[in-house]
């Protein structure tokens, strides 16, 4: 079974530009998230996704975030604009429906300049 | 607010040894528990789960225990081999003012095994 697939591995930009990231979750996943995990921290959720909605986008800072999840398969999250204090490594998740196992892929690192 | 916390930020082990990692959770309403492992440049990897109406489970090599008088956690790891060395995360579900659940992570402990 492949696992979530993410990219870019690595993204670097300056501060006030703007930055987009993919998720392809595990095949048949109904539930997708997107993690914000600063170094020396535990990840936290920013969005969750039922198939192709939202049901939980309480801790996303959404005057500068966003995220899509269209046909309910692959997703994008988005920052514009960027500041310092988003530099973290950005993971995506799924699962196979609510509280069951979450399976992370390897993550986005951001570095904001 | 509501939280997960651990006792020890670092544990060093020697290889063969056993070793136990402690969570403290706050929420009395959480529901499901999952510990992941995390290794440098990689996203947590799932190791083991339990639920609430349970107080112990059992996988290869790993034990997770819960105790919700206390509120406490713990996964304990047999045998402890160098390729066990990652921080480990435990996480809490609990419901995030919505019918769906909400994980909530833990600062994590690193855990350092020896040859």
């Known amino acids: 079974e492949a696992g979530v697939a993410q990219s870019p591995r690595y993204k670097i930009i300056e501060k006030r530009q703007s930055v987009a990231f993919w998720c392809n979750p595990i095949s048949g996943h109904a539930t997708l998230y997107w993690y914000q995990q600063i170094l020396g921290q535990g990840p936290k959720l920013l969005i969750q996704?039922?198939?192709?909605?939202?049901?939980?986008d309480s801790q996303l800072p959404k005057d500068r975030f966003s995220a899509e999840r269209l046909k309910g398969v692959d997703s994008t999250l988005k920052i514009q604009p960027a500041k310092l204090e988003d530099s973290a490594v950005y993971l995506c998740?799924?699962?196979?429906?609510?509280?069951?196992?979450?399976?992370f892929g390897d993550g986005t690192r951001l570095s904001i300049l | 607010g509501e939280s997960v916390g651990l006792h020890l930020p670092t544990l060093s082990v020697q290889e063969g040894d056993n070793s136990i990692i402690n969570c403290a959770y706050s929420n009395s309403a959480s529901d499901y528990f999952i510990w992941y492992k995390q290794e440098s440049g990689k996203g947590p990897q799932f190791i083991i789960d339990i639920r609430s109406n349970m107080d112990k489970r059992q996988g290869q090599r790993v034990t997770v225990l819960l105790n919700k008088t206390v509120k406490h956690l713990s996964l304990q790891i047999a045998a402890t081999q160098p390729g066990d060395s990652a921080v480990y995360f435990c996480a809490e579900n609990t419901s995030g003012g919505t019918s769906y659940g909400k994980l909530t992570f833990g600062q994590g402990t690193i855990l350092t095994v020896h040859p």
């Open positions: 998740a799924s699962s196979v429906m609510d509280r069951q196992p979450q399976h």
């Open positions: 996704f039922q198939n192709n909605g939202v049901v939980d």
